[in-house]
């Protein structure tokens, strides 16, 4: 059983295309994080939500706490954005993080 | 510059043989944590430590262990290699603990990664 759920596993886009990958989550939560790993392997944090919508530059992250859901959105895709997405919660019990398997992104030039 | 250190970033080792992996952050988290990646999962928690001198087990603890003597360093120790334990590990670390009760302010910071492999 997995508490955090991704989807699509794998996207392949043309530059240039609007991108949405998202997770949905079984668990209640304290906040939402959205993870980028590099193709060297390094893992940074996007976001953190823990309600309604955040921006910054190209990239676009929302949150349905009702639904359990959120999006990464990612706007005007370039190359460099190609990248594993990670979807991670942090439980509203404060034990720990969950994380969801990834959203492997291809951006075609 | 901040962050988290981990060392080595590549090992192949024995079975059988005794391993351990690093990790330093200098932000003074309380929080640390290692994680394993593995093909078609997600990370998995193998031990944290809310703070200097305490430690508890995560998902998939079995075979390895910890310490924390300080706040700075948390490594983690493979007693006796297995060739399931080739992965790639990731510390982490975070300002607040495993058991606090606030939300929304726990930032999650990663190391780089250590690949390992036991043949």
């Known amino acids: 059983k997995n508490e955090v759920e991704q989807s699509p596993q794998n996207l392949t886009a043309q530059e240039g295309e609007f991108i949405t990958i998202n997770c949905s989550y079984s668990?209640?939560?304290?906040?939402l994080h959205w993870l980028q790993q590099h193709p060297g392997g390094g893992i940074v944090s996007l976001f953190m939500l823990s309600s309604g919508k955040k921006k910054h530059g190209r990239l676009i992250a929302t949150i349905n706490i009702q639904e359990k859901h959120s999006s990464l959105h990612i706007t005007a895709s370039h190359p460099r954005d190609s990248a594993v997405y990670i979807c991670a919660v942090r439980s509203n019990t404060g034990n720990q993080f969950y994380f969801g398997t990834g959203t492997s992104l291809t951006v075609i030039p | 510059i901040a962050g988290i250190t981990q060392a080595p970033t590549s090992q192949i080792l024995a079975a059988g043989r005794r391993m351990t992996l690093r990790c330093t952050q200098d932000?003074?988290?309380?929080?640390m944590y290692w994680y394993r990646q593995d093909l078609g999962l997600g990370l998995r928690l193998i031990h944290y430590s809310n703070t200097a001198g305490t430690t508890g087990k995560g998902e998939v603890p079995d075979g390895y262990s910890v310490s924390r003597a300080n706040t700075d360093d948390f490594p983690l120790t493979l007693a006796s290699a297995v060739p399931s334990q080739t992965s790639v590990y990731f510390c982490?670390?975070?300002?607040?603990?495993?058991?606090?009760?606030?939300?929304?302010?726990?930032?999650?910071?990663f190391g780089a990664g250590s690949r390992l492999t036991v043949l």
């Open positions: 932000m003074r988290h309380n929080a």
């Open positions: 982490a670390s975070s300002p607040l603990g495993w058991d606090s009760a606030l939300s929304g302010a726990n930032v999650l910071t």
């Open positions: 668990v209640g939560i304290s906040a």
